[in-house]
C-alpha cells in the first residue's frame, strides 16, 4: 500500500525558502512519477512540480519556474520540493502524490491516485 509522508510546511516571510519533504513507503519509487500539487485558499489544487523516476525528467508550473526545485533520493524513498523567494501567493496546503508510470519523460497529466495528508505553507509577513 502507497503511503506518503509530507513535512517542512511552516509560516514564511515574503523572500525566504522552505523545503518540503515526502517520504513514501509500500512502494519502489523508482517506478513512479512523483509530484507536488497545492490548493491555495478558495482555489482549486493545481499542479507545481513532478518528477518521472524513470529518467529523472522533471516539469514545472509557469508560476514556480526559476523558485522552486524538484529533487529526489532514491535510498531514502524521498521527494522534495525546494522552494525559494517565497510569495504570498504561494500560500496553500503542499500534497504529495504518486503515480505509477514506467514510460519515462515528463509525468501525464492524470489524477496521480496516490496522495500525502499535505502540509501548510503560508507565506506573509
Known amino acids: 500500500q502507497v503511503r506518503l509522508v509530507e513535512s517542512g510546511g511552516g509560516l514564511v516571510q515574503p523572500g525566504k525558502s522552505l523545503r518540503l519533504s515526502c517520504v513514501g513507503s509500500?512502494?519502489?519509487?523508482?517506478?513512479?512519477?512523483m509530484g507536488w500539487f497545492r490548493q491555495g485558499p478558495g482555489k482549486e489544487r493545481e499542479r507545481v512540480s513532478t518528477i518521472s523516476n524513470m529518467d529523472g525528467t522533471v516539469e514545472y508550473a509557469d508560476f514556480v519556474k526559476g523558485r522552486f526545485s524538484i529533487s529526489r533520493d532514491k535510498a531514502k524513498n524521498t521527494v522534495y520540493l525546494d522552494m525559494a523567494n517565497l510569495k504570498p501567493e504561494d500560500t496553500g496546503v503542499y500534497y504529495c502524490?504518486?503515480?505509477?508510470?514506467?514510460?519515462?519523460?515528463?509525468?501525464?497529466?492524470?489524477?496521480?491516485?496516490?496522495w500525502g495528508q499535505g502540509t501548510q505553507v503560508t507565506v506573509s509577513s
Open positions: 502524490a504518486a503515480y505509477l508510470w514506467a514510460g519515462g519523460g515528463i509525468c501525464p497529466r492524470v489524477d496521480f491516485g496516490s
Open positions: 509500500g512502494f519502489n519509487l523508482d517506478y513512479y512519477c
